[in-house]
């Protein structure tokens, strides 16, 4: 329930802090009607049934739970090296810096990531406000950005979602080996 709960509050948090406009509370709401749906969906037992609740459980758990462990620094260190992975190998290393400077103390104990500097802290979080705020004063979109919209490099020319996975060449291999 903690990782769903993470779906909705961590995306409204970012945009509290780094949003061009902050959402409003019918889009708040939608988020959490949205994802306990899904979470009913797949059997997760006693969601609360009130946005303010469900906050409520999400700040408890991470108050109680959260320290550092292994699997989170592992799980910590698979999530950044595959944000690093969406730019150019060159750059990577100039970057992880300014990952740990996004996130708070308590994430950074709980994956055991080093402190970054105040300052670069201060640089990150007031280059994403300037980029709210030049954001903007751009002109409305007249088309949705979603990102399944974009080429995949997995599939450059789009996918069936039926004949996405292995080969059934891969398939035959894999079960051959298991005889």
């Known amino acids: 329930?903690?990782?769903?709960?993470?779906?909705?509050?961590?995306?409204?948090?970012?945009?509290?802090?780094?949003?061009?406009?902050?959402?409003?509370?019918?889009?708040?709401?939608?988020?959490?009607?949205?994802?306990?749906e899904v979470g009913k969906q797949m059997?997760?037992?006693?969601?609360?049934?009130?946005?303010?609740?469900?906050e409520r459980y999400n700040l408890d758990y991470e108050g109680q739970n959260f320290c550092y462990s292994d699997t989170n620094c592992r799980v910590g260190e698979a999530t950044r090296d595959l944000f690093l992975s969406w730019f150019p190998s060159w750059m990577r290393s100039s970057i992880k810096p300014g990952i740990?400077?996004?996130?708070?103390?308590?994430?950074?104990?709980?994956?055991g990531f080093p402190y970054p500097s105040p300052l670069l802290r201060s640089a990150m979080v007031s280059l994403l406000k300037i980029r709210a705020k030049l954001i903007r004063l751009f002109p409305p979109r007249n088309h949705p950005n979603f990102y399944i919209d974009s080429p995949i490099p997995s599939?450059?020319?789009?996918?069936?979602?039926?004949?996405?996975?292995p080969s059934e060449n891969f398939k035959?291999?894999?079960?051959?080996k298991l005889v």
């Open 155 to 165: 599939y450059p020319t789009g996918y069936e979602i039926a004949n996405v996975g």
């Open 1 to 36: 329930m903690y990782v769903l709960s993470t779906f909705i509050f961590e995306p409204i948090r970012w945009n509290a802090r780094f949003g061009w406009r902050l959402m409003c509370e019918q889009e708040k709401l939608a988020s959490f009607y949205f994802w306990r």
């Open 43 to 54: 059997q997760i037992q006693n969601i609360p049934e009130t946005y303010e609740e469900l």
């Open 172 to 176: 035959q291999q894999s079960s051959d």
């Open 100 to 111: 740990y400077a996004l996130l708070d103390d308590t994430m950074l104990n709980a994956f």
